[in-house]
Structure formats: C-alpha cells, structure tokens
C-alpha cells in the first residue's frame, strides 16, 4: 500500500454473491486470492474471476452449522476451520489445497458449550490451535488425531485468536473482555490484560508485532503496546457491535467492521487515534469480516448479505 494513498475515496471493484451469510473470510500470500466461509462452505477465490479456484464442503449436520472462521496458513497450502459432524462432535479439519484433500486433526469436545469459535495456525504451520468453551488445544498438522496438549489457564469462553509470527506469541481473547497472551512454543502464559466486562469478537497483531488490537461487541477499539504495556483507547464514540479487526501490511491503517453495515478505515498515524479516513456503506447487512490483502491495494470485506467485496483506494 502506498503509504500517502488518499484514503478518503474508496471503491468497491468486485463483489462475488454465495447467497449465504458470509461468516469469515482469509487472505493468501497470493494478494490475488482469497477465501470465503458461508455455512459449511469454503470458496477459494482468485480476484477478478467469476468462478471459484476451489470450493470445499463439509458435511451438513443435524445439530446445525455453526460456523467455525476459517484460517489460511503461512504457506498458502492449508485452511483449517471447525465442522460439526457425528454426533455433535466439533472437529477441527485441516483442507490441503494443493491435494484437493481433507483430514481430521481431532475432536475438540461435543455439544454446544464447546463449539469451536476460532482456529490458528503456528507460524511454522505445523500446529493448529483451537479454542471453543473454556479450552484451547494444540493439534498436529502432519498427522491425524494427534493433540499436541491444551494451555493452562482460567479462561472464560473464549471468542477469537490471534498469531503474532514475530516472536511465536498467541492471543487469546473472552467473552469477558480478558486477553491472555502465550507463547506458543513453550505454551507459557506471559501476559494478561484483566477482563473488561464486554466480549471481544477480534483481535489482530499489527505487522511487527508490536501492538495488539482488540474490537469489542460495544463498539471499542483499544490497542495495546505489548512492549510497553500502555493502552491507546480510540476515542470516536461508537455503540454498535465490532465483529472484525485488520492491520494494512505496513502499519498504518486499521479496518473495522460493524453490526451497522459499515466499514470505518482509521489512520494510525493520527496519535490521537480518532480520525477514520472513510465510511464504507455499500452493503446490506452486518459486515462480519474485513481483511487487507498481504500486498496493502485491496481490502476484502464479507456480509451476512451473502456477499463479499474487493475495494481499493482512488
């Protein structure tokens, strides 16, 4: 992304329909593909096509369809996400694109209270990590049915994840407004911002992992300097529920998605952090996710309309 870009005129360029609601979406190391989750379904999508490359389905359950995000991995190869499958077991499955093939990495509980609402890849991609309930989970990427352990601690029913691939750091964050930050190699915990009463629904590390963003379900936004430990509160007032968070590849913006149907893109370079560069109104439902293509020219946004939209600045 040019650093001086007039962020003040934003266009939307494509926009794919799957005629269900949009629940997350993924960026590849390829700027020109992404991939989108509707139901049970993962679209793998190059940028300006009308088709998708690929389109992965997992089974249709009598217990319903929640649905788990999905997460590419470093390499561009894998997706992992959650299905519920059998008898209301929440498995964690590993999609090899290159193979066309799919395999189980395990069950991380069954039922309702463990509902898996998040999934990461290690930076090396040889683990992924899932959180549902009050548990987080370590699986092996090689091999099936392989836990690799849990990570201690007193969580309460955890709501998203993060990777910081600098320095190998996880974030985890609750529906009580806690965020616990581990190392993942030695699964130790190392830092913990006290809970804040409101669920945190994403979180995102900024691209040197220095910072740590959170958006809440009231509409805040905090970032967190894990150097220092000083807190930088946005001070725009906002009442509606965030559901995603994004860096831009260099740093310097920041895309949130809301309940209200709008995208806001903040300037990070703005101290105070209280200008949004631009108000993006275009669709019809909640936006439930929003992410920078790796190369900074596009961002990718998805909607309980059924849609997901390129935009890119002018």
Not at 36 to 58: C, D
Not at 255 to 267: E, H, P, R
Request: some cysteine.
């Amino acid at each position: 992304m040019n650093n001086n870009f007039n962020c003040t005129n934003w266009e939307n360029i494509y926009t794919y329909s799957y005629n269900q609601e949009v629940t997350s979406l993924a960026v590849f190391p390829d700027p020109d593909i992404f991939a989108a989750r509707y139901n049970n379904n993962i679209v793998v999508q190059k940028i300006s096509e009308k088709e998708p490359i690929q389109t992965l389905t997992g089974t249709v359950n009598f217990f319903g369809g929640f649905s788990t995000p999905i997460v590419v991995d470093p390499t561009g190869e894998f997706i992992a996400t959650g299905m519920i499958e059998g008898w209301d077991e929440n498995v964690i499955k590993l999609y090899n694109l290159k193979t066309n093939t799919c395999k189980t990495l395990g069950i991380h509980g069954y039922g309702n209270l463990t509902r898996v609402t998040a999934v990461a890849f290690s930076p090396n991609s040889k683990t992924v990590i899932s959180a549902g309930g009050k548990t987080i989970k370590l699986w092996d990427t090689e091999y099936e049915i392989i836990e690799r352990g849990e990570l201690s601690g007193r969580f309460s029913n955890v709501k998203c994840l993060a990777v910081d691939p600098n320095d190998g750091l996880l974030a985890i964050a609750s529906n009580q407004g806690a965020i616990n930050i581990y190392k993942i190699a030695s699964k130790k915990e190392i830092l913990i911002k006290p809970p804040s009463r409101f669920p945190i629904n994403s979180l995102a590390f900024s691209p040197d992992g220095q910072f740590l963003v959170s958006g809440n379900n009231q509409g805040k936004i905090l970032i967190w300097n894990l150097r220092t430990g000083r807190e930088y509160p946005f001070s725009w007032k906002q009442n509606q529920s965030i559901n995603s968070v994004a860096f831009s590849p260099n740093g310097y913006f920041l895309a949130t998605a809301y309940d209200d149907k709008t995208i806001k893109i903040w300037n990070l370079k703005n101290q105070n952090y209280s200008e949004h560069c631009i108000i993006m109104e275009e669709h019809d439902e909640a936006v439930t996710a929003v992410a920078f293509t790796p190369d900074g020219k596009k961002l990718i946004s998805g909607s309980k309309d059924g849609t997901v939209r390129v935009w890119r600045p002018v």
